[in-house]
């Protein structure tokens, strides 16, 4: 047997593997872990909507609070292997397509390869809160952002950098909003057996989730251009400082309200992708 096909067999193998019942399996704890994370940053939100103040409204705040109950070591481990998971399959679609009649183009394995990288951080982050590291996922996305700004704006070209990734994730929040809209989402799922509750209870789920999900990336974006174009990386906002200036705008807490039950909807939306999702 020569080497060539050593290789063509080892391929034959990893594409088998990827496809089989372990990485969906991965993918689908995936979805569940994301969701829990989903749903208590929404929650913790809409605390502070109605006049709560205290635990940010963000991952760390999420994984604090998942700590604090019984079998929390557990739950964060399980959290974290879910988002490996997650990772592992977005690391399979881009190595080998993903399902659907364009996953093999070379523009969805890249955008896999992107949502590799990002879950795989996460996945990192959460894993190291778990086991105990100080300033690992528990810390504030708020401090963690202005951290990076700060580093970034001292770069040569800083400013022009920072500006464009502020820019990029302005235009990620408006693409991630437009495509729940539309429905994007349903060309993933699989629709034998659905009943029409669950269609309505996944579409209202998408939309509004989705659509909350990229206002929030949206204006996290913003406010990073604007760090950028007043030369402050203090301007920089994670996630807990954004959710928290929606309540500042004329709309008052409600607007703060509105986008937090949309987080928490998008969290029960990746409960159902977890069980209908093609993947």
């Not at 959290?79 to 490996?84: I, K």
Request: glycine share 16%; hydrophobic share 50%; with cysteine.
């Amino acid at each position: 047997m020569n080497a060539r096909t050593l290789t063509l067999t080892g391929r034959a193998r990893a594409r088998r593997a990827a496809n089989g019942s372990v990485v969906e399996a991965a993918a689908r704890w995936g979805f569940v872990a994301r969701g829990v994370i989903y749903l208590l940053v929404g929650a913790l939100a809409l605390h502070i909507a109605f006049g709560g103040t205290g635990r940010q409204a963000d991952r760390g705040g999420a994984l604090t609070q998942l700590s604090e109950q019984p079998f929390g070591a557990v739950l964060l481990w399980a959290l974290g292997a879910g988002l490996t998971g997650m990772a592992l399959w977005r690391l399979s679609e881009a190595l080998f397509g993903a399902a659907g009649a364009d996953g093999h183009k070379t523009h969805k394995r890249l955008l896999s390869a992107g949502r590799c990288v990002f879950y795989g951080f996460v996945a990192y982050s959460v894993l190291a809160f778990a086991a105990g590291e100080s300033g690992s996922g528990g810390g504030s996305s708020d401090r963690q952002s202005q951290d990076v700004t700060a580093r970034a704006l001292e770069l040569p070209g800083g400013r022009w950098i920072v500006g464009l990734a502020g820019t990029g994730i302005v235009v990620a929040g408006a693409w991630v909003a437009v495509r729940a809209a539309l429905r994007k989402y349903r060309k993933h799922l699989k629709q034998g057996g659905m009943s029409r509750g669950t269609r309505r209870l996944i579409d209202v789920t998408g939309v509004a989730g989705g659509v909350a999900r990229g206002v929030l990336f949206g204006a996290v974006g913003v406010f990073v251009v604007l760090a950028a174009l007043t030369y402050e990386p203090d301007r920089a906002k994670g996630f807990d400082d954004t959710l928290r200036s929606f309540a500042a705008t004329p709309a008052g807490p409600w607007l703060l309200a509105l986008v937090a039950a949309g987080l928490v909807l998008f969290g029960v939306f990746s409960f159902a992708m977890a069980r209908r999702r093609r993947v």
